[in-house]
């Protein structure tokens, strides 16, 4: 090689990779864009307030989407149902001079103004006011859903054990059904204090008063139209409520159900994809239900169902189970969550009845794909702010649900 051909091909070779540099440069810089996106989605969420069904907050949090969904290119549809909403008036436990302060479980009894008044003693004992303590999600089974079936005690106080220190109630999975005496549920901080006053047997009052309203709730829906309307539709559907402001709880789900709508809607599908963001999650799932009583046989006369459930994307003590109705629903979503960086940390078992909405799925005999998270601020008043999320996650959790949207979605073409 002359040494004019050599000088040829190292300018050559250099401007190539300069090019591919500036190209590497350019696809960061997006990827960098798109995170804080995320983070912006996410804090102006948790901006809104306490996410509880059927309240001013939630209203607004639905205009909030709405626009969302707009600015996406897509119409989006508010699809109103209707609540018995519960306003805690008072919700204390009285030991003495010391009164604490609680959130009643929304799908037990409650008291009137005067209380429960007798002796705290721990479950199963002959106190008229019981103590035990739950997990978030967990009322219903266990020591203390046992007791609130078997009636024993007039009343239960409970402490709530999440992951950091603070009141994390459960959901009220059977709203519709309420059973049992009235449980006020209180932070861990007074787990140690209750203890010694319900080994001494120590005399208190419990006040579970609420006021029932009668309110209005919103899902958030819209479609991307597919090439054939005839197909099975594919579903993507996450719950927008929660107790708190769910930054990271709700967050992740919210901005994957957003952006799919972005990286799906340039290009065709063979079937029609639909969008729910539901509310009434934490009252026994009452969005996803209204949603589907609104669509007779959608939930097995659909191709497929995506559930972007709690904690995805989550910072704190981070994790990830996989749900899924069958081999191939879980197969498809692992293959593209390796790709992405995403771990699989737990399966349920095949034929367990999953977490969160996609429970509506399984128990109408749907097929279904749905991730949750772990989170060590799970129904913690703590949970609030972009910081409460690793944007990051959250776009590689895009990446991978897109994949699979797609493959889900039949071929897409231009």
Known sequence: MTDESRRRFLALTGAGLASMARFARAQDDDRAAFERRIAELVQQYSDQGVHRTGTAVNRRSADWLTMQVAQRGLRPSREVFYLSRVDPIEATLTIGARRIQGIPIFDAAFTDGAGIAGRLGPLESDAEIGFGETVPNQSAVGPLGNARRANRHKAIVCITRGQRPGLC???????????????????????????????????????????RTTANAVNVTTKIAGANPSLPPLVIMTPRSGWYTCASERGGGIVCW???????KDTRPQRDILFVASSGHELGHLGINAFVDARPGIVRQSAGWMHFGANIGAAVDPGNTIQASDDEFEARLTREMAPAGLSVDR???????????????????????????????????????????????IARFVDAFTAVAKALAGEFGH
């Open 169 to 211: 109630p459960s959901n009220a999975d059977l709203f519709l059904q309420p059973f049992g005496p009235p449980v006020l549920q209180v932070s861990s901080d007074e787990a140690a204090w209750l203890g010694e006053q319900a080994g001494a047997r120590a005399q208190a009052r419990l006040v579970a008063q609420v006021k």
């Open 347 to 393: 399966r349920v078992a095949r034929g367990t009845v999953p977490g969160g909405e996609a429970e509506v799925v399984h128990r109408g005999g749907g097929q279904y794909v749905s991730v949750i998270g772990r989170n060590a601020l799970f129904h913690n008043p703590e949970d609030r702010d972009a910081k409460a999320v690793d944007p990051a996650v």
């Open 258 to 264: 957003l952006e799919l709508m972005r990286t799906l």
